[in-house]
């Protein structure tokens, strides 16, 4: 059984749906990415297995229980964390104060959890007591990142994590992207810098026009000559 199963979803902002019957299935050991040109529904895909956008038809399946149209409130203890790409940190907040919101639904002890992703993010425990705004985009994106495995999800979702970054803070991304994966958790990446994304995917997914166009491993849609001419700019 896969971790999440989306079987032909439909969905949108209200009128004709953005997203027209996308399929995707992911495991847990997965770093998934899904690419396609702008305004294409990829962002839309993660926002309706989070909850933001309605779907008007078909399921999505996680962990063998039907989470369609479920609130965030009731998404985030069952295992699945979300980072949008905007507004993604509490910029007046500290970055720990930013940290422990995250782990705002959990009863037990966090310190565990929070001397793992200062391990993991170096420069936060650095600046932990600075405030999120003051941060370089490439360090926001880390906060927004830690905060979001402060629930310790099961499954995170990216939503553009290089946008806006140079090329070195982009490279800084994934490798943390696959730290989070070694960690034992799934992620599920919208990206732009599809070249770089599909690099280091487990899987991909092409999705144009709101529906499927290719997947496969992230090799084998860079090695593939039409998503490369398409999609890859050649």
């Known amino acids: 059984m896969s971790l999440i199963t989306i079987n032909g979803i439909e969905a949108g902002y209200g009128g004709a749906p953005i997203l027209g019957g996308v399929d995707l299935a992911i495991e847990q050991s997965d770093i998934a990415v899904i690419v396609g040109p702008n305004g294409a529904g990829k962002s839309t895909i993660l926002k ?7 779907v008007s038809k078909g399921t999505i399946t996680f962990q063998g229980q039907d989470i369609t149209n479920a609130d965030p409130d009731r998404l985030v203890p069952m295992g699945l964390g979300f980072v ?3 507004f993604n940190v509490f910029t007046s907040m500290s970055v720990e104060e930013n940290l422990e919101m995250g782990a705002y639904i959990r009863r037990d002890d966090f310190g565990p959890t929070m001397r793992s992703i200062y391990a993991m993010f170096p420069v936060l425990k650095e600046k932990r007591r600075q405030r999120a705004g003051e941060l370089s985009g490439g360090q926001r994106q880390m906060v927004a990142m830690g905060r979001a495995l402060m629930s310790q999800p099961k499954l995170l979702l990216l939503d553009e994590p290089s946008a806006g970054l ?3 803070h982009t490279t800084q991304v994934f490798e943390h992207v696959r730290k989070i994966n070694a960690n034992g958790v799934a992620v599920l990446m919208v990206e732009q810098n599809a070249r770089h994304a599909l690099a280091f995917a487990t899987k991909g997914f092409v999705i144009a026009n709101g529906r499927n166009r290719f997947s496969g491993t992230g090799q084998a849609l860079l090695d593939d000559p039409e998503v490369a001419r398409s999609f890859l700019g050649g």
């Not at 309706?48 to 309605?54: C, D, M, P, Q, R």
Request: hydrophobic share 45%.
């Open 48 to 54: 309706a297995v989070f909850g933001l956008v309605s």
């Open 84 to 86: 949008p790409q905007e």
């Open 166 to 168: 140079s090329p070195i």
